[in-house]
């Protein structure tokens, strides 16, 4: 049911109800009971003669005045109920417009809308949703160019153009990083050298006989190569290794109880002349700064302290001396 049939129905429920004559029970009581008794031809003589029109007619009257109050009291609620349909079509039509919403039907069309309303409201929201894609299409369109944007900024963090660098802070750059990359090399060196402690401890004091055997002390093949050597590419897996994959040279293979002879060099880098001895120390650049340190004896090489300078002695002074002023 409707919100319109709901006050129609509210409104019928609180017409009036039409108010029946005065003492019109007690006349129909009467009225029955006339009819129901039937005097005899006796009783009928004995009557008196009715007296008036008023009281022949009365039996038909009272109905008929009864229909008549209840066909005014129907006729006076039509009228208010079409009073208020008028009204409430009136305020309908009224708030139409400013609402944007249909106008409220007849009540001859049960509430459906015509089809010229929702062909209207079909059309309104087409060209909302047309108007809502072009504003997202709009904003996916900038979300791309800001996206545009952000790939080139990087790629210029990334790369900085040329002569953004004084020549010395060009040489500044390339010497720490050349540092960093000697660091990085001596600590390959530090975990090669423990790698052979702790192959040995599990093979009878006996040092590998390559670099491969060491893949289970190693975490991976990439530390084979030292971080300055443009030469050789680091193997991805053990699985790819060769000896093509390696710059260090490993000195020390297959020879029992290597820690006891701990100055002895295990490994060496030939880029920055690090050493790595049998007792896991590394020596950082001795091969390139110091390379008379390294001695070789028995087919071995060995880091060796060099000797102290000799310092100069006092001049030695004559046997006699000449005095000032004096001839030999």
Same mark, same amino acid.
């Given at each position: 049911?409707?919100?319109?049939?709901?006050?129609?129905e509210?409104?019928?429920?609180?017409?009036?109800?039409?108010?029946?004559?005065?003492?019109?029970?007690?006349?129909?009581?009467?009225?029955?009971?006339?009819?129901a008794?039937?005097?005899?031809?006796?009783?009928?003589?004995?009557?008196?003669?009715?007296?008036?029109?008023?009281?022949?007619w009365?039996?038909?009257?009272?109905?008929?005045?009864?229909?008549?109050?209840?066909?005014?009291g129907?006729?006076?609620?039509?009228?208010?109920?079409?009073d208020?349909?008028?009204?409430?079509?009136?305020?309908?039509?009224? @708030?139409?417009?400013? *609402?944007?919403?249909? $106008? %409220?039907?007849?009540?001859?069309?049960?509430? =459906?809308?015509? !089809? #010229?309303?929702?062909?209207?409201?079909?059309?309104?929201?087409?060209?909302?949703?047309?108007?809502?894609?072009?504003?997202?299409?709009?904003?996916?369109?900038?979300?791309?160019?800001m996206?545009?944007?952000?790939?080139?900024?990087?790629a210029?963090l990334?790369?900085?153009?040329?002569?953004?660098?004084?020549?010395?802070?060009?040489?500044?750059?390339?010497?720490?990083?050349e540092?960093?990359?000697?660091?990085?090399c001596?600590?390959?060196?530090?975990?090669?050298?423990?790698?052979?402690?702790?192959?040995?401890?599990?093979?009878?004091?006996?040092?590998?006989?390559?670099?491969?055997?060491?893949?289970?002390?190693?975490?991976?093949?990439?530390?084979?190569?030292c971080?300055?050597?443009k030469?050789?590419?680091? @193997?991805?897996?053990? *699985?790819?290794?060769? $000896? %093509?994959?390696?710059?260090?040279?490993?000195? =020390?293979?297959? !020879? #029992?109880?290597?820690?006891?002879?701990?100055?002895?060099?295990?490994?060496?880098?030939?880029?920055?002349g690090?050493?790595?001895l049998?007792d896991?120390?590394?020596?950082?650049?001795?091969?390139?700064?110091?390379?008379?340190?390294?001695?070789?004896?028995?087919g071995?090489?060995?880091?060796?302290?060099?000797?102290?300078?000799?310092?100069?002695?006092?001049?030695?002074?004559?046997?006699?001396?000449?005095?000032?002023?004096?001839?030999?």
């Amino acid at each position: 049911m409707s919100t319109i049939e709901h006050e129609i129905e509210t409104v019928l429920r609180a017409a009036p109800a039409p108010a029946p004559p005065s003492r019109l029970k007690e006349q129909l009581i009467a009225q029955v009971r006339l009819t129901a008794v039937r005097p005899t031809p006796d009783l009928q003589a004995s009557m008196p003669a009715p007296t008036g029109w008023l009281r022949r007619w009365w039996p038909v009257l009272a109905p008929a005045a009864v229909s008549l109050a209840c066909a005014v009291g129907l006729t006076t609620q039509q009228m208010e109920i079409r009073d208020l349909q008028r009204a409430i079509q009136d305020s309908s039509r009224d @708030a139409a417009p400013n *609402a944007g919403a249909l $106008s %409220a039907p007849n009540v001859g069309t049960n509430d =459906v809308p015509t !089809e #010229s309303d929702a062909r209207a409201r079909t059309e309104q929201e087409i060209a909302r949703l047309k108007e809502l894609a072009s504003q997202l299409a709009a904003e996916v369109a900038e979300l791309e160019q800001m996206r545009a944007d952000n790939v080139k900024l990087r790629a210029q963090l990334a790369k900085p153009p040329a002569g953004f660098l004084s020549p010395d802070e060009t040489e500044a750059l390339a010497k720490a990083k050349e540092k960093a990359e000697s660091i990085a090399c001596i600590n390959h060196l530090k975990q090669m050298g423990l790698s052979v402690r702790c192959w040995a401890l599990d093979n009878n004091d006996f040092s590998p006989p390559d670099m491969l055997s060491m893949s289970n002390e190693l975490s991976t093949p990439m530390i084979l190569v030292c971080p300055g050597d443009k030469a050789h590419e680091a @193997a991805k897996n053990w *699985a790819s290794y060769t $000896s %093509a994959n390696c710059s260090y040279e490993y000195l =020390v293979t297959s !020879e #029992s109880k290597p820690e006891t002879e701990p100055t002895r060099v295990l490994f060496r880098c030939p880029i920055h002349g690090h050493v790595c001895l049998s007792d896991g120390s590394v020596q950082g650049g001795v091969a390139k700064l110091h390379p008379e340190q390294l001695v070789h004896r028995d087919g071995k090489l060995y880091l060796e302290d060099s000797p102290p300078p000799v310092q100069p002695g006092p001049a030695p002074q004559p046997a006699n001396p000449l005095t000032d002023g004096s001839n030999p």
